[in-house]
């Protein structure tokens, strides 16, 4: 068995959806990008005070 690294496996443009993105707009992006999953990203402003 040939070891990979993760390089190989991974891509370098990564697709991410909103947490507050409908799930038609999730599932048309996954197909789009032919993807099986995608980075949910927090759409709140951060508090950055802390």
Known sequence: ???REVR???TR???TVPDNAP???IARTLTE???SAVPVIDSAPAD???
């Open 1 to 3: 068995m040939k070891h």
């Open 8 to 10: 190989e496996l991974m």
């Open 13 to 15: 443009e990564v697709v």
């Open 23 to 25: 799930f038609k707009e």
């Open 33 to 35: 990008h032919k993807a």
């Open 48 to 50: 950055r005070s802390a």
